[in-house]
């Protein structure tokens, strides 16, 4: 089973949509989980921390449940320039080391 | 500006021969981190570094080293022992992997010719 495991996608959705994409992780004891998002041929990039909580930053709100080991991203009235695939991460410490585990990500295709 | 700083961004290799990726940051973050990605496929970790002279594998070090002798500075080298190079090389750097997650450069795309 992969450490992280998401749905590829693509999701392809209208302007204005909202959407949702989800998350799991195996790995009960991960402690810090994010969200990246990586433009086609370009570096990821920090796209928002997920906090235990929920948190939110303008129209993505990020989710945690640590239970189900899940998270999730929410884009709420989707723009065409949300188009890009998003990766979800998480950080498992072993030992000495700490280091991000990447998902493979979920491609969103936001159509005019 | 601070940030991470790889090159070149394209680079062309024949076979059997070594190639070095350049990584430099000045950022001043202790750890730094050489992952490969494959069309649909995600990050994959080469190697890494939590401070200056050392450095461990990760997933995928058959084929590659690295050295860490300066903080900014992990050059990843791909020698002709790594039979498929062909792939898009990302270096990232971080203070605090669980705090702030990484700072990525913008990739080395390597193709063998």
Wanted: charged content about 20%; hydrophobic content about 30%; glycine content about 8%.
């Amino acid at each position: 089973r992969k450490e992280v495991e998401q749905d590829p996608g693509p999701f392809n959705v209208p302007e204005g949509a909202t959407v949702a994409f989800n998350c799991t992780y195996s790995n009960s004891a991960s402690q810090s989980f994010f969200w990246y998002r990586q433009d086609c041929r370009k570096e990821p990039k920090l796209l928002m921390s997920v906090y235990s909580s929920g948190n939110e930053d303008g129209r993505f709100t990020a989710q945690l449940n640590r239970a189900s080991q899940y998270i999730s991203l929410l884009i709420r009235d989707s723009k065409l320039s949300d188009s890009a695939t998003y990766l979800c991460v998480v950080t498992n410490y072993g030992g000495a080391t700490n280091k991000l585990i990447f998902g493979t990500g979920t491609l969103l295709a936001v159509q005019p | 500006d601070g940030g991470i700083t790889q090159s070149p961004k394209y680079l062309f290799r024949k076979e059997g021969q070594n190639v070095t990726l350049s990584c430099e940051q000045n950022l001043n973050h202790d750890a730094m981190y050489w992952y490969r990605q494959d069309p649909g496929q995600g990050l994959r970790l080469i190697y890494y570094s939590q401070i200056v002279n050392d450095f461990q594998k990760g997933d995928i070090a058959e084929g590659y080293s690295v050295s860490r002798e300066k903080k900014e500075s992990f050059p990843l080298t791909v020698t002709s022992a790594q039979k498929n190079p062909t792939a898009f090389y990302l270096c990232a750097s971080s203070i605090n992997p669980g705090s702030y997650g990484y700072t990525f450069g913008s990739g080395t795309r390597l193709t063998v010719v």
